[in-house]
């Protein structure tokens, strides 16, 4: 099983609504990532997780609040969003190597429009 | 910005010639990798050259990393119309990938 999942595949909020993007790996990887992908721009990076630890925020605006269950699991909490938010969010995942990351597996993303 | 930067931005290109990508970054890095996109879907890893390399291949696929200039090239030989999407690159220190700006491919059937 080599699938990253991500759900839901579209959602649609108003900027006072609270939501969460989940994200699922089996492959057994320890590190976890979010990445934010505007139309024809390339993916940004977001957050980090390593074994079940945040360990790099992007200086993300803390109305995005991320989550690391266990090591499977990686929830992206959305709060009082704004429009310009609109995009799609990626989750990837990746063996945690000692010399840090190497090949990142992606889902399909979660398409995000805040009304 | 750490971000990388590619180019060219877009390229089209007849199905069976070889298209070229470059990419050049700024920080220090353990490996850079490139990755492809079809339109509005999640990203695929192509290759991964570690930095102490300076070639490799992958069936179609040619990645060379030149660390002194921090820059690398992606060659596709003998193109397909299935090969049409973006590709970005992407560098790697620590647990911080991050990806250029992307080259958006088109191949004419």
């Known amino acids: 099983d080599t699938e990253v999942t991500q759900t839901p595949k579209h959602l649609v909020m108003g900027m006072t609504n609270k939501k969460s993007l989940k994200c699922e790996q089996h492959m057994g990887h320890r590190a976890m990532y979010w990445y934010k992908q505007k139309a024809k721009k390339p993916p940004e990076l977001m957050f980090v997780y390593s074994y079940e630890k945040l360990s790099i925020n992007e200086s993300v605006p803390s109305r995005f609040s991320p989550e690391c269950p266990n090591s499977s699991l990686l929830n992206l909490h959305l709060h009082a969003l704004q429009p310009e938010d609109s995009a799609l969010y990626l989750c990837?995942?990746?063996?945690?190597?000692?010399?840090?990351?190497?090949?990142?597996?992606f889902g399909e993303g979660s398409r995000l429009t805040v009304l | 910005s750490q971000q990388g930067e590619e180019d060219p931005q877009a390229l089209s290109i007849q199905e069976g010639e070889n298209a070229t990508m470059n990419c050049s970054y700024k920080?220090?890095?353990?490996?850079l990798q490139w990755y492809r996109q079809n339109s509005g879907r999640g990203l695929v890893h192509l290759i991964l050259i570690r930095s102490n390399e300076r070639e490799k291949h992958s069936g179609r696929l040619r990645v060379t990393l030149d660390t002194s200039k921090k820059s690398s090239s992606l060659l596709i030989t003998a193109s397909r119309a299935a090969d049409t999407a973006s590709y970005f690159c992407?560098?790697?220190?620590?647990?911080?990938?991050?990806f250029g700006a992307g080259t958006r491919l088109f191949v004419k059937a």
């Open positions: 920080t220090s890095i353990n490996n």
């Open positions: 992407a560098h790697t220190g620590g647990f911080k990938t991050i």
């Open positions: 990837a995942s990746s063996q945690a190597n000692l010399g840090g990351a190497g090949e990142l597996f």
